[in-house]
T-cell receptor, first 112, second 113 residues
Protein backbone atom coordinates (compact mmCIF):
# COMPACT_ATOMS: atom_id res chain seq x y z
CA UNK A 1 0.00 0.00 0.00
CA UNK A 2 1.65 3.20 -1.18
CA UNK A 3 1.38 6.02 1.35
CA UNK A 4 1.94 9.73 1.64
CA UNK A 5 2.17 10.99 5.20
CA UNK A 6 1.78 14.51 6.53
CA UNK A 7 1.46 15.87 10.03
CA UNK A 8 -2.16 17.05 10.28
CA UNK A 9 -1.25 20.07 12.43
CA UNK A 10 -2.34 22.66 13.12
CA UNK A 11 1.06 24.23 12.62
CA UNK A 12 1.07 27.72 14.10
CA UNK A 13 3.69 30.17 12.81
CA UNK A 14 4.06 33.89 13.58
CA UNK A 15 3.61 36.35 10.75
CA UNK A 16 6.87 37.03 8.94
CA UNK A 17 8.49 33.75 9.99
CA UNK A 18 9.30 30.70 7.86
CA UNK A 19 6.71 27.94 7.78
CA UNK A 20 8.09 24.46 7.12
CA UNK A 21 5.77 21.71 5.93
CA UNK A 22 6.95 18.14 5.57
CA UNK A 23 5.77 15.08 3.69
CA UNK A 24 7.12 11.53 3.54
CA UNK A 25 6.24 8.89 0.98
CA UNK A 26 6.62 5.14 0.82
CA UNK A 27 7.17 4.44 -2.90
CA UNK A 28 10.93 4.67 -3.43
CA UNK A 29 10.42 4.91 -7.21
CA UNK A 30 8.26 8.06 -7.05
CA UNK A 31 9.18 10.66 -9.65
CA UNK A 32 6.73 13.57 -9.46
CA UNK A 33 5.90 15.61 -6.39
CA UNK A 34 3.34 18.35 -5.95
CA UNK A 35 2.26 20.81 -3.28
CA UNK A 36 -1.29 22.18 -3.22
CA UNK A 37 -2.86 24.84 -1.03
CA UNK A 38 -6.50 24.43 -0.04
CA UNK A 39 -8.48 27.12 1.71
CA UNK A 40 -11.42 25.97 3.81
CA UNK A 41 -14.37 25.08 1.60
CA UNK A 42 -12.41 25.61 -1.62
CA UNK A 43 -10.66 23.34 -4.11
CA UNK A 44 -6.90 22.65 -4.09
CA UNK A 45 -4.65 25.11 -5.90
CA UNK A 46 -1.28 24.00 -7.27
CA UNK A 47 1.66 25.81 -5.66
CA UNK A 48 4.74 23.91 -6.74
CA UNK A 49 5.85 20.83 -8.58
CA UNK A 50 9.29 19.26 -8.18
CA UNK A 51 10.85 16.34 -10.00
CA UNK A 52 14.58 16.40 -9.13
CA UNK A 53 16.49 16.23 -5.88
CA UNK A 54 17.29 19.60 -4.38
CA UNK A 55 15.51 22.90 -4.01
CA UNK A 56 13.10 24.69 -6.29
CA UNK A 57 12.15 28.26 -5.52
CA UNK A 58 9.13 30.28 -6.66
CA UNK A 59 8.64 33.60 -4.95
CA UNK A 60 8.19 33.02 -1.22
CA UNK A 61 7.85 29.26 -1.72
CA UNK A 62 10.66 26.70 -1.82
CA UNK A 63 10.10 23.00 -2.42
CA UNK A 64 12.82 20.62 -1.27
CA UNK A 65 13.10 17.03 -2.44
CA UNK A 66 15.27 14.28 -1.01
CA UNK A 67 14.57 11.01 -2.79
CA UNK A 68 17.11 9.03 -0.76
CA UNK A 69 15.28 9.90 2.46
CA UNK A 70 11.87 9.84 0.75
CA UNK A 71 10.68 13.22 1.88
CA UNK A 72 9.55 16.42 0.26
CA UNK A 73 9.08 19.69 2.08
CA UNK A 74 7.63 23.12 1.42
CA UNK A 75 9.06 26.27 2.96
CA UNK A 76 7.06 29.48 3.02
CA UNK A 77 9.17 32.56 3.74
CA UNK A 78 7.77 35.78 5.21
CA UNK A 79 4.53 33.99 6.16
CA UNK A 80 1.38 36.05 5.77
CA UNK A 81 -2.07 35.54 7.33
CA UNK A 82 -3.31 34.74 3.80
CA UNK A 83 -1.05 31.66 3.85
CA UNK A 84 -3.31 30.13 6.50
CA UNK A 85 -4.73 27.06 4.75
CA UNK A 86 -4.34 23.30 4.48
CA UNK A 87 -1.36 22.19 2.40
CA UNK A 88 -1.62 18.92 0.51
CA UNK A 89 1.36 16.91 -0.62
CA UNK A 90 0.82 14.70 -3.68
CA UNK A 91 3.17 12.06 -5.03
CA UNK A 92 3.16 10.19 -8.33
CA UNK A 93 4.65 6.72 -8.61
CA UNK A 94 7.51 5.36 -10.64
CA UNK A 95 5.80 5.45 -14.02
CA UNK A 96 3.53 7.96 -15.70
CA UNK A 97 0.73 5.40 -15.33
CA UNK A 98 1.06 5.40 -11.56
CA UNK A 99 -1.74 7.29 -9.90
CA UNK A 100 -1.09 10.30 -7.72
CA UNK A 101 -1.56 9.75 -4.01
CA UNK A 102 -2.55 12.72 -1.87
CA UNK A 103 -1.62 13.17 1.74
CA UNK A 104 -4.33 14.21 4.18
CA UNK A 105 -2.81 17.67 4.49
CA UNK A 106 -1.22 19.91 7.11
CA UNK A 107 -3.28 22.76 8.46
CA UNK A 108 -1.17 25.91 8.71
CA UNK A 109 -2.17 28.90 10.80
CA UNK A 110 -0.25 32.19 10.59
CA UNK A 111 -0.76 34.28 13.70
CA UNK A 112 -0.45 38.09 13.38
CA UNK B 1 -9.79 32.55 -19.57
CA UNK B 2 -8.63 28.95 -19.46
CA UNK B 3 -9.83 26.77 -16.68
CA UNK B 4 -12.04 24.07 -15.31
CA UNK B 5 -15.67 24.61 -14.45
CA UNK B 6 -17.90 22.44 -12.33
CA UNK B 7 -21.59 22.76 -11.81
CA UNK B 8 -23.55 23.04 -9.72
CA UNK B 9 -21.60 24.37 -6.74
CA UNK B 10 -24.08 22.85 -4.28
CA UNK B 11 -26.40 19.93 -4.93
CA UNK B 12 -29.04 18.39 -2.71
CA UNK B 13 -30.67 15.06 -3.48
CA UNK B 14 -32.88 12.49 -1.85
CA UNK B 15 -31.51 9.05 -1.19
CA UNK B 16 -32.17 6.66 -4.07
CA UNK B 17 -31.82 9.27 -6.81
CA UNK B 18 -29.04 9.33 -9.37
CA UNK B 19 -27.32 12.67 -9.86
CA UNK B 20 -24.88 13.91 -12.52
CA UNK B 21 -22.09 16.37 -11.79
CA UNK B 22 -20.72 18.42 -14.65
CA UNK B 23 -17.04 19.09 -15.39
CA UNK B 24 -15.76 21.07 -18.37
CA UNK B 25 -12.24 22.25 -19.23
CA UNK B 26 -10.87 24.51 -21.95
CA UNK B 27 -7.20 23.88 -21.22
CA UNK B 28 -6.90 21.38 -24.08
CA UNK B 29 -5.80 18.76 -21.55
CA UNK B 30 -5.96 15.11 -22.51
CA UNK B 31 -6.49 13.73 -19.00
CA UNK B 32 -9.37 14.38 -16.62
CA UNK B 33 -10.03 13.08 -13.13
CA UNK B 34 -12.71 12.85 -10.49
CA UNK B 35 -11.86 12.89 -6.80
CA UNK B 36 -13.88 12.75 -3.67
CA UNK B 37 -12.88 14.57 -0.48
CA UNK B 38 -14.41 13.85 2.92
CA UNK B 39 -13.80 16.08 5.96
CA UNK B 40 -10.26 15.77 7.30
CA UNK B 41 -9.24 13.31 4.61
CA UNK B 42 -7.10 13.35 1.54
CA UNK B 43 -8.44 13.15 -1.99
CA UNK B 44 -9.53 9.76 -3.24
CA UNK B 45 -9.62 8.96 -6.95
CA UNK B 46 -12.96 7.84 -8.35
CA UNK B 47 -12.38 7.66 -12.12
CA UNK B 48 -9.93 9.03 -14.64
CA UNK B 49 -9.69 9.37 -18.39
CA UNK B 50 -6.55 9.98 -20.40
CA UNK B 51 -8.16 10.00 -23.82
CA UNK B 52 -11.59 10.54 -25.33
CA UNK B 53 -13.88 7.50 -25.21
CA UNK B 54 -11.71 5.76 -22.65
CA UNK B 55 -11.75 5.87 -18.84
CA UNK B 56 -10.46 3.79 -15.95
CA UNK B 57 -11.66 3.05 -12.44
CA UNK B 58 -9.85 4.70 -9.60
CA UNK B 59 -9.66 3.51 -6.01
CA UNK B 60 -13.32 4.05 -5.09
CA UNK B 61 -15.32 3.62 -8.34
CA UNK B 62 -18.19 1.58 -6.89
CA UNK B 63 -21.49 3.42 -7.16
CA UNK B 64 -20.18 5.93 -9.71
CA UNK B 65 -20.14 6.12 -13.51
CA UNK B 66 -18.52 8.46 -16.04
CA UNK B 67 -18.38 9.15 -19.74
CA UNK B 68 -15.80 10.91 -21.94
CA UNK B 69 -17.45 11.64 -25.25
CA UNK B 70 -15.67 14.96 -25.73
CA UNK B 71 -12.18 16.06 -24.76
CA UNK B 72 -13.57 19.02 -22.85
CA UNK B 73 -16.17 17.18 -20.78
CA UNK B 74 -16.07 14.46 -18.13
CA UNK B 75 -19.40 14.17 -16.27
CA UNK B 76 -19.73 12.03 -13.16
CA UNK B 77 -22.94 10.23 -12.19
CA UNK B 78 -23.42 9.33 -8.56
CA UNK B 79 -25.82 6.41 -8.56
CA UNK B 80 -28.14 5.15 -5.85
CA UNK B 81 -25.69 2.29 -5.35
CA UNK B 82 -23.17 4.63 -3.76
CA UNK B 83 -23.60 4.04 -0.02
CA UNK B 84 -22.21 7.32 1.32
CA UNK B 85 -22.53 9.89 -1.48
CA UNK B 86 -22.44 13.05 0.64
CA UNK B 87 -19.02 14.60 -0.05
CA UNK B 88 -17.07 17.33 -1.82
CA UNK B 89 -16.45 16.25 -5.43
CA UNK B 90 -13.49 17.63 -7.31
CA UNK B 91 -12.76 17.44 -11.00
CA UNK B 92 -9.20 17.94 -12.26
CA UNK B 93 -7.31 17.86 -15.53
CA UNK B 94 -3.71 17.48 -16.63
CA UNK B 95 -1.88 17.79 -19.92
CA UNK B 96 -1.27 14.08 -20.31
CA UNK B 97 -1.00 11.49 -17.53
CA UNK B 98 -0.50 11.35 -13.78
CA UNK B 99 3.07 12.61 -13.99
CA UNK B 100 1.82 16.05 -15.06
CA UNK B 101 0.48 18.76 -12.80
CA UNK B 102 -3.22 18.49 -12.10
CA UNK B 103 -5.44 21.57 -11.99
CA UNK B 104 -8.71 21.49 -10.09
CA UNK B 105 -12.13 22.91 -10.70
CA UNK B 106 -14.03 24.70 -7.90
CA UNK B 107 -15.80 21.54 -6.77
CA UNK B 108 -19.38 20.41 -6.19
CA UNK B 109 -20.63 19.84 -2.66
CA UNK B 110 -23.23 17.05 -2.77
CA UNK B 111 -25.59 16.39 0.11
CA UNK B 112 -27.85 13.35 0.02
CA UNK B 113 -30.53 12.94 2.67
Amino acid sequence: QKEVEQNSGPLSVPEGAIASLNCTYSDRGSQSFFWYRQYSGKSPELIMSIYSNGDKEDGRFTAQLNKASQYVSLLIRDSQPSDSATYLCAVNGESSASKIIFGSGTRLSIRP
Amino acid sequence: DGGITQSPKYLFRKEGQNVTLSCEQNLNHDAMYWYRQDPGQGLRLIYYSQIVNDFQKGDIAEGYSVSREKKESFPLTVTSAQKNPTAFYLCASSLKDFSYEQYFGPGTRLTVT
